[in-house]
C-alpha cells in the first residue's frame, strides 16, 4: 500500500503545521501553510518514484480503480465525488477575502532617551529607585508594592485582567490585545527601563513596526506620577512573581 | 467515669472541629486577601480600590446576599455549590469570548487558579464574613420543564407583558420606566434580554426560569414563585416565560470573531432612515465597545455592551444604519427620559471614523481621532431640544486637542429614530469628497471605527463607548458567492476523469 504510505506521510506534514494553531494557539498563516505543503508534496511523490517500480506500486491503485470492471462502482462514486470536491475548494477560496493583515513587533526596540516629567531619561542607565528597598527594608518594599497594587487596579485591570494574565474585562473590544504579565515569557525577558517607557508613552510612543495607531494601550505620562509608574512596575513583578531581566 | 470520657470526647470533637473550620477560613482569608481583595475590599465590603471604577461594582459580602443563588426564594443563603459557581466561574453556553465569569461584569472565572479546595476555602471564608457556616443544599427544582414550543411561547408572551414588562420594557430591551437601585445602594438597569451573552449567570431556560423563580436577591426583581407576591406565577407558567425569554434573544446581533462590515451596493436612491426595506438586503455586523479610558475625562461605567451596524452605497454615496439598545431616547423633554437619568441628561449621539484621504496600505492613523495622520468623523445627535431637532456633522480630527469641525450642509444626513428601547440612526455621506474626506473604492477594504454616547448615562464631550480600527469593505455589485468558477472546475476535473477512462479502455 504505497498510496497510504504516501497519504499518510502528506497527512503527517499536514498535521505538524497546524499543531502550532491546535496547541498554543499560535496558527501558521494558511497561506504559508499551503505554500508549505505544495512543496511537501512534491518532495515526497519524488522521493517515492524515485524508482520505475516504485512509481509503478505508488499508483497502482490509481489505475486499477479506473481499469479494473470489478471497481466499477467505486469508480463511478469516486468520480463523482472529486470533481464536487474540487468544485467546493474553488468555491471556498473564492470567498474569503480577508482584510489587510499588519505585522508588528509585539516587543519593538526602546528609543535610547525618554523625555517626560521635564526630564530626560537615559533608559540604558535608569533603573527602578524601589527595588533596592526589597533586600534593604522589606517592609518599605511591601508598602511600595500595594502602593503600585493600587495604581494597578484602578488604572490597568480593565483591560490587562484581574489576574495580570491580559483577559480583562474590556480586552475582547480591543483589536491588540493587551499583554498578560503571568508566565515567564512575558515581563521577566524585559528590563524595568523597558517598562518604564512602555507604560510613560503607552501606544502612542511605539516605534511604526509597534503598530502605535492600533495599540490601545494609553500614555500614562500626564496621568501617573514617575514613583507610581515604578511602583505599579513593582507590582507587576510581584504578583506575578517575575523578576526583571537584569543588565549583564 | 464512662460519662467524664464522653464528655471529654465530645469536647474534643467540637474543639477539634472548630479547629478545623478555623484554619479552612484562615486559608480562605490568604487567598482572599491576595486576589479578591483589590475589588471586594480587603474586610468584604465591596470597597476595593478598584470598586470605584466598576459598574456593576464588586458584591459586598457582609450582608450575605448573593443575586446568582439557586437556592429557593426565601432561603437567604446560598448553596456550597453556588458559591463554589460563583468563584470558579459560571460557564454560560453563550458568553463573551474568552470570559467565564460574570458576563459584562469584571468578574472573572477563578478556576484556571484556584482548586476545588481553594475555591471552597475561599468561600468558607465569605461565608464567616456574613456570619453563617451552614449553607443550604436544596436548589429549586428544575424537573418540571416545559418543552419550549410555540404555544409555550405564546403563553409566555402574555405573562411577560404582565409581569416582566414594567421593567424590562414590552420588547425586553431593558428600557425601564423605573430608575431602580440595589441593596448596596448601586444603580440597576434591567438587562436587556434581547442580548442573552450579557447575563451574568447564562442565558438557557434553566437560567431564566432559576431567575424569576428565586428573584434577583438584593435587587428590585422579585421571586415570581413567592404566594405572598401578586404576580405569582405557577411552575409551568414561569417555564412559559422562561421560553418566551429565550426567544426574545437576537444571537445576529451578537459580534462575530472578526467582524468585517460589508456594504452593499444598490443601484438608485440610498434609504433617508431606518426604516426602510431597502436596509434588509445588507448583513448585519456587531462590534464590541469599550469606554474611552485613555486620555482626560474617562468614562468608567459604560452602559452598552456592543453596536450593531449594516452599510449600503451607491454610485454617490455610502449609508450606515447604526442600531444599539438604550433604556432611554435622553430627549430632555420627555418626562422619562428625565427621571431615569443618572445625574445631567445629554443628548444620545452616535459617530463613525474613517482615515482621511487615500490611506496607503498598512497605514492606519491613530484609532482615537487620529495624530499626526488625520481623520474624518461623522457624527449624528439626538436633539436637545423640541425646536431644534436632530443634527448632523463632519469633524476632521488630527488627534483629540485639533479638531476641526466642518459644516455638513448638503454633504451630510442623519437620521434617528427611537423605538421601545432601540436607537437606529442611519447617517449618509458622499462616497467620494474633497481631499480631506474618505475615500471608498469599490472591491477594497477601507477601516471604520465607532463611537456611542448614552446620555442618560452621563456620556458627553470624551465620555462615551468606542471600538478600534475595525475593517468594512464595498462589495463589488452582484458579487455574493460566484458560482461559475466553482462550477467550471467540476465540469473540467470531470472532463479529464472521462478523457483519461476512454484512453485507459483504448489501451486494453
Known sequence: ?248 | MGMRLLTLFALLFCFSNDVFAQTEIDKGKAIYSRLCAFCHGIEGAGDGPAAAYLNPPPRDFTLGLYKWKSTKFDEYAPSDDDLARMISGMRSHDSIPGWDGMNATSMPGWSDLLGKEEVSHVAAYLKSLAGYDNAPKSAIDLSGKVKADSASVERGKTLFKDRCAECHGVSGRGDATKKLKDDWGARTWPRDLTEGWTFRAGSAPEDIYARITIGIPGTQMPSFADPASKKMMTDAQRWDVANYAVSLNESEKKPSANPVLKAMKLDGKLPDGPADAKWDKAAISGFYLFPQIFVSSKSYTPSVVSVSVKALYNDGEAAFLIEWDDPTNSMPWDQKALEIADGDLFPDSVAVQFPSGQLKPGDRPYFGMGGPKPVTIWQWKGPESIEEGQRARIIDAKGVKNINQRLADGLLTANGIYDNGRWRVVIKGPLKGSDKDPVFEEGGFTPVAFALWDGSNGDTGGRHLMTGWQWMTFEKQGEGPSYLWPVAAGVIVFCGEMLWLFSARKKD
Open chain 1, 1 to 248: 500500500m504505497r498510496l497510504l504510505k504516501f497519504v499518510l506521510t502528506c497527512l503527517f506534514f499536514y498535521l505538524l503545521l497546524k499543531a502550532p494553531g491546535l496547541f498554543l494557539g499560535k496558527p501558521v498563516p494558511s497561506s504559508l501553510i499551503a505554500m508549505y505543503m505544495f512543496f511537501i508534496v512534491i518532495t515526497v511523490l519524488l522521493v517515492m518514484t524515485i524508482t520505475d517500480d516504485g512509481a509503478e506500486k505508488l499508483f497502482a491503485p490509481i489505475r486499477s480503480l479506473v481499469e479494473d470492471p470489478s471497481k466499477k462502482l467505486i469508480r463511478n462514486v469516486v468520480f463523482v465525488v472529486v470533481p464536487i470536491v474540487c468544485g467546493y475548494a474553488v468555491y471556498d477560496s473564492g470567498e474569503k477575502k480577508a482584510p489587510p493583515t499588519e505585522l508588528r513587533a509585539v516587543h519593538p526596540a526602546p528609543p535610547a532617551i525618554v523625555k517626560a516629567y521635564g526630564k530626560t531619561f537615559d533608559l540604558a542607565s535608569i533603573g527602578n529607585p524601589f527595588r533596592k528597598a526589597e533586600k534593604e527594608d522589606p517592609a518599605a518594599f511591601k508598602a511600595f508594592v500595594k502602593e503600585g497594587s493600587e495604581v494597578y487596579f484602578k488604572n490597568c485591570f480593565f483591560c490587562h485582567g484581574d489576574k495580570l494574565d491580559g483577559k480583562g474585562h474590556y480586552a475582547h473590544a480591543l483589536e491588540l490585545r493587551p499583554l498578560p504579565f503571568t508566565g515567564t515569557d512575558t515581563i521577566a525577558q524585559l528590563q524595568e527601563s523597558y517598562l518604564f517607557w512602555r507604560i510613560l508613552k503607552g501606544g502612542p510612543g511605539l516605534p511604526r513596526e509597534g503598530g502605535p495607531s492600533i495599540s490601545a494601550m494609553p500614555a500614562w505620562e500626564n496621568e501617573l506620577t514617575e514613583d507610581e509608574i515604578w511602583k505599579v512596575i513593582l507590582f507587576l513583578y510581584d504578583y506575578t512573581g517575575n523578576t526583571p531581566r537584569s543588565w549583564s
